[in-house]
């Protein structure tokens, strides 16, 4: 796979809740550490959040206790839900391994926060 399609971004007014989607092999989940990244409008891009041997996670101090990063193995997906939105989470939203691969990166999702 050239590269990794993220999904699911929109704008939501602060307070509300998006769930963003990252398809992925079947058995990438055994082998593979997944994370998603954002590039805030100005910054360089960060990294959020990460799930490792489909359970073990990893969050940005800023987004713990808001944000969910877990496996859909029903879709082959690696997802995250994203509660309780604020206007600083407005961003490009990308998945990718961890530590990530040139090759993986994608076009990304938006997401934009409106207060």
């Known amino acids: 796979q050239a590269q990794l399609v993220a999904s699911g971004g929109g704008l939501v007014q602060a307070g509300g809740s998006l769930r963003l989607s990252c398809a992925a092999a079947a058995d990438w989940f055994r082998f593979a550490s997944m994370a998603w990244y954002r590039q805030i409008p100005g910054k360089q891009r960060e990294w959020v959040a990460q799930?490792?041997?489909?359970?073990?996670?990893r969050y940005k101090d800023s987004v713990k206790g808001r944000f969910t990063i877990f496996w859909d193995s029903a879709k082959n997906t690696v997802d995250l839900q994203m509660n309780n939105l604020t206007t600083e989470d407005t961003a490009v939203y990308y998945c990718?391994?961890?530590?990530?691969?040139?090759?993986?990166w994608g076009q990304g999702t938006q997401v934009t926060v409106s207060s």
């Open positions: 990718n391994t961890n530590p990530p691969s040139r090759q993986y």
């Open positions: 799930v490792s041997r489909g359970t073990s996670t």
